[in-house]
């Protein structure tokens, strides 16, 4: 599948809570490889998961990207609007054979690994409700791509196992979700964090069989904390900083994260001047695959 050929990059939080600083990394980075390219950067907010999204916390994400200057090109698209698409994605897999209803249990599987495919040539228990699986044994494997960081990459998809698509509360899965959207956001560059990079074989496998463009992928080194755990809301990283002098502080050191080795006096000026420094010096070339480690924690007053 051809690439497209416009630089389109796009940054695609969950609003779960606020961001953090590692999200601000992967936003940073999203940002700066798509603004060196004289790209677009657009803003997704992955939001088909209500429960998990606490009402106020899309705009809060919203006002912290502004805060750090991080200004989108378009339109903001929301997921929660998306289900006719999804839908009609789901209904050509079916229609495929590569997508199946499955009433079986996480609780009944969990002796595997990955799902062993027990309805895969019918459903087990036609009485509970279904959720729909990706048949990942069908296709190319295995998937095979070319990482602008990492390297050459290669899994099968099929010994990780058939991802749900579709849940059995009738919420869509982030997996479908997340190709149908790039796709009709023309995006032509993924740069996301290194912990979804083996989600990437999933959903290559259905971009080939919905016949959508595959994006490239680059995806950037963890932030952990000073014990070696991945930043994330659900270890209660801190709330990024919602004052200027903070947020100047914590642009400086994501760019640090960054490997992009900013001059120091550039801590002290707005984050306009810093992200046009940045945009202006953005270079793969310097960026380490290694998790940068963060010790101490950043504090959003900036302490």
Known sequence: MNEPAR???????TPSGPLHFG????????????RAADGQWLVRIEDIDPPRCPEGAASTILRQLETFGLEWDAAVMWQHTRNDAYQHALDQLIQLGLAYPCSCSRKQWQAFDTYPGWCRDG???????VAWRLRSDRGE???RWQDRLFGEQQFDPAEQGDVVLKRKDGLWAYQLAVVVDDAEQQISDVVRGLDLLDNTPWQRQLQSALGLPQPRYLHLPLIVTAEGQKLSKQNL????????????????????ALDQAPPQDLAAEP???QLHWAVANW??????PTPHRLMPLLHPSGD
């Open 7 to 13: 630089y389109r990059g796009r940054f695609a939080p």
């Open 23 to 34: 999200s601000l990394v992967a936003a940073l980075g999203s940002y700066l490889d798509a």
């Open 123 to 129: 459903v087990c228990d036609p009485t509970k409700p």
């Open 141 to 143: 494997r295995p998937i």
């Open 237 to 256: 990283a801190p709330a990024l900083a919602e004052d200027d002098h903070g947020a100047r502080q914590q642009l400086f050191q994501a760019l640090e």
């Open 271 to 273: 984050p306009s001047t």
């Open 283 to 288: 270079s793969l070339a310097r960026l380490s």
